[in-house]
T-cell receptor, first 112, second 117 residues
């Protein structure tokens, strides 16, 4: 079964600090990996997408990395803001399949 | 432009009651997906439509769950004789193309939070 594991489950950081979220997957054959941000009461919104050949992708203060050999990805948040408080979900796509494999998410709380 | 919308945003049902959840996808989007998201978990696939055709319903947990998209636009997820374990957020997502290409982004609605008492 294709699986996506995320860590930590939750974390609390002070405004202005950095943090890194981890995602390990066993999805095969791999097509792409997206990080989604899900605000409370909202649907997930895509932050970044990476294919097999891409190692890093940035979107403002969000930087995602991918190591396709070890099947690991990370999402780094720089200079966190209160609005970064949300759940961050790692989503992996299987090649030639519309089904997505979702991680359980990491809940990030940014405090002033 | 307008994103995916869902209604109602919150629904409280008594056990045994039937419910209907509505999804309005982005205009022109061919593919539509329904997901079930339990508290603290990632979404789980329920069913997939390509226009009005339901191509995959393998994720529906029981025959009490039924989905339709009769005109290839708005979709309704119906749950009959609701049970407490049906309590979850139901997310709808749409994507532009008709093919099964895995690179296409799915745009999610805000979800309907269903609570069965």
């Amino acid at each position: 079964k294709n699986q996506v594991e995320q860590s930590p489950q939750s974390l609390i950081i002070l405004e202005g600090k950095n943090c890194t979220l981890q995602c390990n997957y066993t999805v095969s054959p791999f097509s792409n990996l997206r990080w989604y941000k899900q605000d409370t009461g909202r649907g997930p919104v895509s932050l970044t997408i990476m294919t097999f050949s891409e190692n890093t992708k940035s979107n403002g203060r969000y930087t995602a990395t991918l190591d396709a050999d070890t099947k690991q990805s990370s999402l780094h948040i720089t200079a966190s803001q209160l609005s970064d408080s949300a759940s961050y979900i790692c989503v992996v796509s299987v090649a030639n399949d519309y089904k997505l494999s979702f991680g359980a998410g990491t809940t990030v709380t940014v405090r002033a | 432009g307008a994103g995916v919308s869902q209604s109602p945003r919150y629904k409280v049902a008594k056990r045994g009651q039937d419910v209907a959840l509505r999804c309005d996808p982005i205009s022109g989007h061919v593919s539509l997906f329904w997901y079930q998201q339990a508290l603290g978990q990632g979404p789980e696939f329920l069913t997939y439509f390509q226009n009005e055709a339901q191509l995959d319903k393998s994720g529906l947990p029981s025959d009490r769950f039924f989905a339709e998209r009769p005109e290839g636009s708005v979709s309704t997820l119906k749950i009959q004789r609701t049970q407490q374990e049906d309590s979850a957020v139901y997310l709808c997502a749409s994507s532009l193309t008709r093919t099964s290409r895995s690179g296409n982004e799915q745009f999610f609605g805000p979800g309907t939070r269903l609570t069965v008492l």
